[in-house]
Structure formats: C-alpha cells, structure tokens
C-alpha cells in the first residue's frame, strides 16, 4: 500500500477508538500479578539508628561513597546473612505502591537518561493499559539482592506477600513474573515451601532467568567488578571495583556460578596466558585452562590479597570459601524443585547476543607473569549465544515441567521492554480481549469490507482504497451526539509528500462518511486514492 495511504487508514482507525475521552482501564477479571527482579533490580535504603532513611541503591549523584559506606558487608556462615560493615544501618527495601516503586525506575531522581535506570517500568505501563491495577491486580517484591537466593527471611518476605494479596484479590491465585536471578529465589521458594506454592501461585513466568548460571558474566564480576550501567553515566556511578567488592561478599552471586553438575554444550573456562621460565633462563607462553571446579582455586589466589579500607582500617577480602559452601547447598536444593500440580510454568529467554561464557586474560605476546594481575586486566571473552548476560542454554535448562519455552532475540534486560515479550506474557496471562472491543467505551469497532486497488496510467502508479467498519454499541445513547444527526456527515483529507532522491513525490486523498445510527449501529465508510510517481 502507498505510504500516505497507509498513514491516512492508521489515521481514521485511530480517530474511531477516540471517539470518547479514554479513562484508565481495569478489568476486575484479571487474575493478581506479582514482578520479581532479579540481582541489583530493587531500590534499598539505608535506614540508621534514629529511623533516617537515605537511598544507597540506586542512586547517581554521591553514589560511591554512599555505597562503600552503607552497602559493604561480610558473609556471617551462622545465619547465611550478608552483613553491613556499618553496625548502625539497616538496609530495607521500600513498599511505596504495594511493592512496585522498588522495581520501577531505580533512580526515580533521575531525569536525563532514565532508561539507564529503568527496570520494570515499560512492563508495569504496558500491563496497567491491559487493565491491571496497582495495589489491586498488580504488584512488586523487591528484595536485598546481597543475600543469598533461600536466606530465610526473604523467604518469609515472599510468603507474606503471596498472602497479602491472594486476600486483596479475594482468593483468586497468584501469577508470578520473574526476571533473572528472581527466577532463582522464586525456584528456592517452591523447593522449600511447595505447599505454600501451590495454595498461592496459579503460574509463574520466568524471563531470562540464569538456572545452571552465568559462568563469564559471574567469573568477570569475580575477578573485575561489573558496571550495572553504561555510557556516560558511569562517570556519577558506582565505579566497577567498588562494585565488585560488594560482590565477593554476596551469596547470590556465588549462586550464579556455572552449576558443576549441568551437561555444558561447552564448558565454560577460566583461561589466561601464563609465562614460564625454565632453569636456564628460557621463556615459554602456555595457555592454562581451568573448568569451573579447578576455576575456583586460580580465583582464590587471584583475590588472595584483594582487601578494602572501611573506617580507617584495612580489611582482608578474598574469595569466600564459606559462601562458595553455602551456595552449593543452595543449588542442591534448586536441583530438587519441582512445579507443583495445578501450577504452570513458561520459560522466555534471550538470545541472538554474544554472551559470554569463558574468560580469558592476558595474551600470547602479553602473557601473565603474576596471578594476582588478574584483576587489573581486562577480560576477553570467548562468547556463546544468549541474551548478553545468560547463555541461552543456561535459560533454557530450567529442569522444570513447562507448558512453553520461547527464545526471544534480546539483551538480558532490554527484554523487559520487548513488545514481542509483551503479547507473548499477555496470551499466557490470559489478559487478550476480542481484537475489535474498546473496553474503555465499551463499543465494537468491527471491520466489515476492505478493498484495494493498483494500477499503472501514464507512468504514474495509482492506488484506490475502500474500507468499511461498524460500531457496534448496546445502546444508541452511548454514541457521541455528533452521529445523532439523520443525515450522513462528510469528510475528507488531502496529503502530499514532495520527492526526492530517496522517495519519488506522491499525493493522497480520503474521504470518510459516516452514517446515521440504527439499531445501536453506525456505519463509517473511508474511500481513499493515491498517486505517485512509478519507482
């Protein structure tokens, strides 16, 4: 179809849905919906002594040094808790909109590059346009991402609020969407609570979720630190080593290793380039590979001598053996999961990106003469496909009884966002409505004749177009006032477009008519033609 009569039948189709002023819409036959992020996707808050609340994640501006302050913990093995250097402050996870403002925009101060910062956001506008309601319909659990992915009281934290709202939405259970290492905490859940799984949850969508890891992504972060944005921002950021000095003391991240046990299409390895010398003096340049198990010892004499400064004193900071421990009890019982019966289970993950999955530093002319360079250096990555973080085969394994797994190309958080991932949540939600109603006005606009024409008169191509509807109401009252008239109403449209080297210049015409409503029916008629010179 030419492009100004493309433009003009989008037109009219979009000015027949705005017949009334649109109001938000809610469609109380909604089932309830709780997000779940994943690693570093929830605002926390440091609160202190006399109850002082200052957000440490995230935030921009002051960002390091707040973070450093309030954020850096150690790994306490008695309880599993990762816990903060500073004994004054508490970090809590706000509850503002029943739990989604903690996973909405991550910086809601933010202003020039937002998206940045972004999380749940696109997917919680898209889903209040399909009629769920804040509070009502839908809602968020955000959580301290630093703690491991079965610690008991984010446990209990995700009880409660299974709970609280399978009461707010008056018994009706619970569909559960999570995004990456959420996938995680949700699986531990029903491992050690199936019960309450099955009382509660009516399904549970997992999006790009890591079930056997993200080996390069985790052993880069390991050894590097990792920067949760990109661009110009990292200049007011976390910086990447504070970052990564977070990480060696949380468990979840422990917990996205490559799983020891899983059947790699390819083994995800360690490598560097390593300089020996013989007793003679001579040099050779070998390249040592390690697979995940042997991995962990170059990772420990790597970080050997990692330590940060808190408070004025030096603290030692190695890779911790202790949550190495706690994590592989935590994968036993990931291993152990099952869906219960009742519930369903859909699997969408990311693919068409390099992702990395094996990790190698230095090179054969710059080879590594010291172990402990390795985190000054740069990694590079030997990639597999995926989303950019997991490998699609990581995402797909979820060892899990699925009605559906969908690969969909996309990065690993940019998926959120992705209109095809959309309807794809949308159809498994069951939230799809009849293609032609308009709920907010409560009409039918159903297409009844469509009909198009091309043809070549004297080097000119010219295409004619008819297209009927009919909006169907229960009531003639409903219909704006303007179609009351018993005469028909007339309208036309007139639009040109001047060539140029690209496009060659074309002009189109429409005329729409609109007939007297009968019946609780009112016919609307387009006849449109267009011209433009033959490519």
Known sequence: MAVLLEDIVKSIELWLKLLKKPEPFVDPNLDPVLLVPGIAGSILKAVDEKGKEERVWVRIFGSDREFCTKLWSRFDPKSGKSVSLDEKTNIVVPQDRDGLYAIDVLDPDMIIGRD???????????MTKWGYQEGKTLFGFGYDFRQSNRF???LEQFAEKLELMFTAAGGKKINIITHSMGGLLVKCFMSLHSDLFERYVKSWIAIAAPFQGAPGYVTSSFLNGMSFVEGWQQNFFVSKWHMHQLLIECPSLYELMASLDFSWDHVPLLQFWKENIDVDGNSSVLLESYPPVEAV??????LSINKIEHDGVDIP???NLEILKWSNETKKILSCAKVPPGVKFYNIYGTNLDTP???????EDAPITDIHEIPLLLANYICVDGDGTVPMESAKADGLDAVARVGVPGEH??????RHVFRIVKHWLKADHDPFYNPINDYVILPTSFEIETHQEKGLQV???KEE????TADDAEMDNTFADSRPMVGSIAVSHTGDDRSPSEAAQATVTIHPQSEGKQHIELNAVSVSASA
């Open 413 to 418: 958080r940019g998926i959120l966002c992705d």
């Open 317 to 319: 900071l190695p890779f």
């Open 469 to 472: 509807w009919e909006i169907l």
């Open 297 to 302: 010892s170059v990772i420990t004499q790597a």
């Open 116 to 126: 940045g910062v972004n999380y749940f956001h696109d997917m919680i506008m898209e």
């Open 152 to 154: 008991r009281e984010t």
């Open 463 to 465: 295409t004619s177009l």
């Open 357 to 363: 999955h094996s990790v190698c530093y230095g090179s």
